[in-house]
């Protein structure tokens, strides 16, 4: 089965086959062994190193986990996603693209954009705190803020709307 997953910027494209060790990742094969822990913990072995994911939690096609403790989000598309949109058929993530919720609750530092502003993708729109930490948040695509529903020094919740994007084209 084929997969196209994007984090941040990189498309990594994966291919797996059923019960093999081993997967092609864009383009090179790469062995790996994937277990759960008695405790839960997910463990991934690639080559000598292992790396432990936590956190998980999905909603549509985003995922989110910590992977080594770092917090990762990454939105994966499987052969059928792949297929629909290159039949020009909207997917659930091509649908919501103009929405960005709260990916951990936190605390709103700082509003980069307000109603009207045109914004690119990728672009920074937040600051958000979460874990003693700023995080940045981008825009998931080009057009102008429809919308915001929070303001500076606001505490939200995962998956809580912080703004809506008005997709160019």
Do not use: C
């Amino acid at each position: 089965m084929r997969f196209e997953t994007k984090i941040g910027d990189e498309t990594i494209e994966i291919t797996l086959q059923n019960g093999e060790p081993a997967a092609t990742v864009n383009g090179k094969k790469t062995e790996f062994d994937y277990k759960v822990s008695d405790t839960g913990r997910h463990l991934l072995r690639i080559g000598n190193r292992v790396f432990r994911i936590d956190n998980i939690t999905k909603n549509g096609k985003s995922v989110e986990f910590t992977f080594n403790g770092e917090w990762v989000q990454a939105e994966v598309k499987n052969d059928q996603d792949l297929l629909l949109e290159k039949l020009g058929f909207k997917t659930d993530t091509a649908e919501s693209a103009g929405t960005l919720n709260a990916p951990m609750p936190g605390k709103i530092l700082e509003l980069l954009v307000k109603e009207g502003d045109t914004v690119e993708l990728g672009e920074p729109v937040a600051i958000l705190e979460a874990m003693k930490m700023e995080n940045e948040l981008k825009a998931p695509a080009s057009g102008t803020i429809s919308s915001v529903s929070v303001s500076e020094n606001m505490n939200v919740e995962k998956n809580q709307r912080l703004l809506e994007i008005t997709p160019r084209g």
